[in-house]
């Protein structure tokens, strides 16, 4: 007896026996699950039921990566800055998609997941990287489980360990050279390089700055805004400049102005809406202040090495001048006082050796 679309037949006892499809083994042949009622409408609600729950699961269990990491974009487009956009655009058009894209989400493994760490390693990756490209896919599977219902056991996937690299800070010697020659060759580019080396101001942060920023009667700088130059998220490939918020909410900060520095800020004072670094209402680009600082650095004689260095250097500066850890925290924009400790703060064998002498006197 059949009704629709609805298979229901009358058994010898009585009942009637309604069967629906719940999903294919793997030589394609159809699995089908059995109920029963007694009434042909009982049976048949139950069908109807069961074919939308089996309905649900079968779109869950083979709806691809490609498929929620689209629905997902969506999702999360309204509530991350466009660099950020970018960015999880990039890991997963350049790494993940072409890996896993046509892979049902469900069918993804711990095992699955850490052969691919494996092999992007020995692709030559850095770890972070690694880890960073696993932490945007696990957001999005999160996504998916949460939207479509299925579960995947994730906890085995093993992130590859960073190993923590000391970046030595600039040496005294060529942080003394680097000043005189900026001092004596002073321009809007030399007053940056100033600036980040006794603010530690990030790049994009020092690109990013207005003359409306500067409170000169109270001395006082305040960050508001950064400059990167990010993948277009249009699919074009191409790249364009972003004018944004800094990169957290700690990043939004208000630092002292040096004394020393304060001259340079009057000498070079403009209208209250101009970028500080090109005197006009378009700001110098962070790649652009990167190749003028590596001319600088050949022509002061000093190793070449990134403009980032110079925050470093300032944080590295700061500890070893007994700054408390928790304003060079502050000074720095980050959220922890850890992650200035971490990332920053290596005094160096020199150092320790003045401190532990000067406690050695006492004795």
Known sequence: MEKASVNITLRKDGRYMGKFCIGYDDNGKALYQYVYGRTYNEAESKVVIGQQVASHF???????????????????????????????????????????????????SAGRINEYINQKLADGLSASYVRDIITVFKAMLS???????????????????????????????EQKRLIDYLK???????????LSLCMGLRIGELCGLKWKD?????????????????????????TKIVISVPKSATSFRDIAIPDALME????????????????????????????RYRKILK???????????????????????????????????????????????HPDVVYQRRMINSVCKRL
Not at 69 to 91: F, G, I, M
Not at 143 to 168: C, H, M, R, W
Not at 264 to 284: E, G, N
Request: proline share 3%; net charge positive.
């Open 58 to 108: 079968l779109s869950s269990r083979y709806i691809t990566v490609s498929k929620v990491y689209a629905e997902w974009l969506n999702a999360v487009v309204n509530r991350v800055k466009e660099s950020t956009l970018a960015n999880y655009k990039a890991k997963f058009e350049k790494h993940i998609l072409p890996v896993f894209g046509d892979i049902p989400c469900a069918d993804l």
């Open 143 to 173: 996504y998916a489980q949460d939207e479509y219902g299925f579960k995947l056991s994730l906890k085995n996937v093993t992130l590859p360990k960073i190993e923590k690299k000391q970046i030595a800070r600039i040496s005294d010697t």
């Open 264 to 291: 340079y800020f009057r000498m070079f004072r403009d209208k209250a809406d101009l970028y500080i670094l090109s005197c006009s209402d378009k700001p110098v680009e962070p790649r652009t202040m990167q190749y």
């Open 214 to 238: 500067v409170d000169f009667q109270h001395k006082i700088l305040h960050i508001r805004r950064t400059v990167q130059r990010i993948t277009s998220t249009n699919g074009n490939r191409k």
């Open 299 to 345: 022509a002061a004689e000093i190793e070449n090495h990134n403009f980032h260095k110079l925050r470093h250097t300032f944080a590295t500066n700061c500890a070893e001048h007994g700054f408390d850890v928790k304003t060079l925290s502050a000074v720095l924009g980050h959220s922890s006082v850890n992650l200035t400790l971490n990332r920053y703060v």
């Open 184 to 194: 004596a060759n002073m321009s809007l580019t030399a007053f940056g390089i100033l």
